[in-house]
């Protein structure tokens, strides 16, 4: 998985490119640097990294550097907005991963879903979040409309 995500360093943000090498480490790739890292004790699945959120995470330092890191980027811990997979309650309910506005609703009662597939847009800091589908099934029941703030964990789609 491959994507931009907001980095915090020493207070300062950053929009870097992140990609997902598997087994807990990344390729964070900024002005025209890349560096790989280690994320450790995140508190969510490896392989959940889909798009920014809220909440910070932290990164562990990095592990390989091809080159010096920039002044302005000191080597040490990051802070890596990451979005939990979503939860799925019992394995039929999609949850929010992160407090947000509904925007777009992508799919419709009745529509068959794949893995992976996005069901929902979720804004969380002004950043697009397109919550996946985390197995097969129907769309059952849609449980938000356009335009709900929900919280972490609320419910959003239900699966057949």
Do not use: H
């Not at 450790?40 to 959940?48: E, N, Q, V």
């Not at 992508?106 to 794949?114: I, W």
């Not at 002004?126 to 099934?137: L, T």
């Amino acid at each position: 998985m491959k994507g931009k995500v907001k980095v915090i360093v020493d207070g300062v943000p950053y929009e870097v490119e992140v990609e997902e090498l598997g087994g807990g480490k990344f390729k964070v790739s900024f002005e025209g640097e890349s560096y790989e890292v280690e994320a450790k004790d995140l508190g969510i699945p490896m392989g959940a990294l889909q798009a920014p959120s809220a909440a910070p995470v932290q990164v562990g330092a990095p592990v390989a550097t091809p080159a010096p890191a920039p002044a302005s980027v000191p080597s040490a811990s990051v802070g890596v907005p990451a979005v939990p997979a979503p939860a799925a309650a019992g394995g039929d309910v999609v949850s929010a991963p992160m407090p947000g506005k509904v925007l777009r609703v992508l799919v419709g009662v009745g529509d068959e879903v794949r893995v992976g597939q996005g069901l929902v847009i979720l804004e969380a800091m002004k950043m697009e979040n397109e919550i996946p589908s985390p197995r097969d099934g129907v769309v059952k029941r849609i449980l938000v409309k356009e335009g709900d703030t929900v919280d972490t964990g609320q419910p959003l789609i239900e699966l057949g």
